[in-house]
T-cell receptor, first 115, second 115 residues
Framework: DAKTTQPPSMDCAEGRAANLPCNHSTISGNEYVYWYRQIHSQGPQYIIHGLKNNETNEMASLIITEDRKSSTLILPHATLRDTAVYYCIVRRWILTGGGADGLTFGKGTHLIIQP | DAGVIQSPRHEVTEMGQEVTLRCKPISGHDYLFWYRQTMMRGLELLIYFNNNVPIDDSGMPEDRFSAKMPNASFSTLKIQPSEPRDSAVYFC?????????????FGPGTRLTVL
């Protein structure tokens, strides 16, 4: 799986959009970008994933650059409950017959939402 | 669905004792993963199963660690004998891959302290 680089920490004011960057310059054509987060003392939680198009769900939006070498996770209206460590993970999806393998977590970005 | 269930939530034991951690995956999921999280090493994959069969145990640190999945609804991670350096939070995760890219659902974790 390709390596990712994220800032170690970020602050954001409550109610504002939180934009979390991730660099993945060695990403391969068959690798997806996944985002998970881990709220203190809880297990990691899936947020969103994408291949090359921008994606949006009820939790967040994912913007992937055209060259796919970087992406940004956007939490549109951050709340105090969004304070967590956010992990950007690049991994392949095993297409033949479905399939899965383990996640490789980096150090992530510690996002702190300020009241 | 109740999500991934882990027990116990907290375990304190003395060095040399046997420790057994338990996991019940989400019903219908055919992959089960065991991860360990420490301050020094972060989140790391220990082993994972597909349809109750171990697929990759390269992350298991030593022969003191063993994992089993006797059926689709239950898995154990055993440490025998335990050592203080095994102190960590152990997470179990599951995913079902039929029909789309996998996203892993994590349990709340077991916090293990070996004295």
């Amino acid at each position: 799986d390709a390596k990712t680089t994220q800032p170690p920490s970020m602050d954001c004011a409550e109610g504002r959009a939180a934009n979390l960057p991730c660099n993945h310059s060695t990403i391969s054509g068959n690798e997806y970008v996944y985002w998970y987060r881990q709220i203190h003392s809880q297990g990691p939680q899936y947020i969103i994933h994408g291949l090359k198009n921008n994606e949006t769900n009820e939790m967040a939006s994912l913007i992937i650059t055209e060259d796919r070498k970087s992406s940004t996770l956007i939490l549109p209206h951050a709340t105090l409950r969004d304070t967590a460590v956010y992990y950007c993970i690049v991994r392949r999806w095993i297409l033949t017959g479905g399939g899965a393998d383990g996640l490789t977590f980096g150090k992530g970005t510690h996002l702190i939402i300020q009241p | 669905d109740a999500g991934v269930i882990q027990s116990p939530r907290h375990e304190v034991t003395e060095m040399g004792q046997e420790v057994t951690l338990r996991c019940k995956p989400i019903s219908g999921h055919d992959y089960l993963f065991w991860y360990r999280q420490t301050m020094m090493r972060g989140l790391e994959l220990l082993i994972y199963f597909n349809n109750n069969v171990p697929i990759d145990d390269s992350g298991m640190p030593e022969d003191r660690f063993s994992a089993k999945m006797p059926n689709a609804s239950f898995s154990t991670l055993k440490i025998q004998p335990s050592e203080p350096r095994d102190s960590a939070v152990y997470f179990c995760a599951s995913t079902g891959t039929s029909g789309g890219p996998d996203t892993q659902y994590f349990g709340p974790g077991t916090r293990l302290t070996v004295l």
